[in-house]
T-cell receptor, first 112, second 116 residues
Framework: GQQVMQIPQYQHVQEGEDFTTYCNSS?????IQWYKQRPGGHPVFLIQ?????EVKKQKRLTFQFGEAKKNSSLHITATQTTDVGTYFC????????????FGTGTLLAVQP | DTGVSQDPRHKITKRGQNVTFRCDPI?????LYWYRQTLGQGPEFLTY????????KSRLLSDRFSAERPKGSFSTLEIQRTEQGDSAMYLC??????????????FGPGTRLTVL
């Protein structure tokens, strides 16, 4: 079945450093979404990417969708302590399915 | 609060007992999803409703699990004859049906199930 992997599993940075997490799907995706889950919280939607090669920015966050629509990345510039949490990519396959397949997640720790 | 709500927030049960969870989606959201999340993992898809119709169900969902959404509003997830391996956070999410592909999912706080 479809699998979505993320690397790294865990990243510890000093506040102000940059951070990147990478997401790879075993199959081509119709779109990819990114969610953030704070410790003890529930996933919160960040963004959705649909087009091949698409790049979107939200303040210090930059999201990319690969040309083959099988990989994606999230880059955070100048991390802050409020960025702490687990970042999940979630892929949606083609066809009629509305099922999201979540990645394994990257836990980000930011040291002040 | 107009977000997705789930009840109960915590449930402790003994192995072999049945449990039922409830999810109230955001009103006007016609799509509802159930996920299961264990520690250190991403949410795992269980099932999906559009209005009252259950349109998709994970093959991982054993026949001990059943979900309903009888009037297309709230949903229930029942687990029969619980096993220790069922211990997890059960998340509900809802989304509106919009034109195009935009399909953001709004998650509830989850029900944490512990099976002793």
């Amino acid at each position: 079945g479809q699998q979505v992997m993320q690397i790294p599993q865990y990243q510890h940075v000093q506040e102000g450093e940059d951070f990147t997490t990478y997401c790879n799907s075993s199959t081509t995706l119709s779109n990819i979404q990114w969610y953030k889950q704070r410790p003890g919280g529930h996933p919160v939607f960040l963004i959705q990417l649909v087009k091949s090669g698409e790049v979107k920015k939200q303040k210090r966050l930059t999201f990319q969708f690969g040309e083959a629509k099988k990989n994606s990345s999230l880059h955070i510039t100048a991390t802050q302590t409020t960025d702490v949490g687990t970042y999940f990519c979630a892929g949606m396959g083609g066809g009629a399915t509305n099922k999201l397949i979540f990645g394994t997640g990257t836990l980000l720790a930011v040291q002040p | 609060d107009t977000g997705v709500s789930q009840d109960p927030r915590h449930k402790i049960t003994k192995r072999g007992q049945n449990v039922t969870f409830r999810c109230d989606p955001i009103s006007e959201h016609n799509r509802l999803y159930w996920y299961r999340q264990t520690l250190g993992q991403g949410p795992e898809f269980l099932t999906y409703f559009q209005n009252e119709a259950q349109l998709e169900k994970s093959r991982l969902l054993s026949d001990r699990f059943s979900a309903e959404r009888p009037k297309g509003s709230f949903s229930t997830l029942e687990i029969q004859r619980t096993e220790q391996g069922d211990s997890a956070m059960y998340l509900c999410a809802s989304s509106p049906r919009l034109a195009g592909l935009y399909n953001e999912q709004f998650f509830g706080p989850g029900t944490r199930l512990t099976v002793l």
